[in-house]
């Protein structure tokens, strides 16, 4: 899904003035507004999930930045769930999750890098540096568009939460091209195929 421009004039409120009999109510009754709570119930399971694939990255990793910046989001993740149930709270809605078939996609490829990579090696941090930032992107575009969303559907505060966790995520993605262009991709690029 693409960002969304916030502009106000694409809410199709009905006013005690309009003749349109296919516009709506309340906010709540928009078609829109049930995109908004379906796509927070997919990044609601897919941050749950992520929780426990990270461990599993932290683990699997060599370099001890890369087990420290994974360690630190996965810190961050918890927290992004705890936040998924403000935004839910503030809108009035239940907190419940759909499965992201998306995220279980990019886990299990991350789950495959390990199987396919030498322990102990930096080609292995390579992968799941590769592995960590496509989930980071699906969250950054994810929250992009969640967080556009609640400022044209008139969510303030979900908007501030969803915003927060963006630039988290944000600055995940580029801690991880941090590490990997400061020394894992290079370092990882003398090791032997096996
Ligand atoms: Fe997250
Ligand atoms: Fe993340």
Redesign the pocket.
């Given at each position: 899904m693409g960002y969304l421009y916030n502009n106000k004039e694409n809410i199709t409120m009905k006013s005690t003035t309009s003749k349109s009999a296919s516009q709506v109510e309340t906010i709540e009754d928009s078609a829109l507004n049930e995109l908004f709570v379906d796509e927070l119930k997919d990044?609601y399971w897919?941050?749950k999930h992520?929780t426990k694939a990270l461990a599993k990255m932290q683990k699997g990793a060599t370099s001890e930045e890369l087990k420290t910046a994974i360690g630190n989001?996965i810190t961050?993740?918890e927290n992004?769930v705890s936040r998924l149930e403000q935004v839910f709270e503030s809108i009035g809605e239940k907190a419940a999750a759909i499965k992201c078939e998306a995220m279980e996609g990019l886990i299990k490829e991350g789950e495959s890098i390990l199987e396919e990579t030498e322990k102990g090696s930096l080609t292995r941090d390579v992968g799941i540096i590769s592995a960590a930032q496509k989930a980071?992107h699906y969250?950054i575009a994810t929250?992009g568009t969640l967080r556009t969303l609640a400022g044209v559907l008139g969510y303030t505060e979900a908007a501030e939460l969803l915003e927060a966790?963006l630039e988290?995520?944000k600055k995940t993605d580029e801690l991880l091209t941090q590490i990997a262009e400061g020394s894992v991709n290079s370092q990882a690029a003398s090791e032997p195929k096996e």
């Open positions: 990044i897919a941050e992520l989001h961050e993740t992004h980071e969250e929250y966790t988290e995520e």
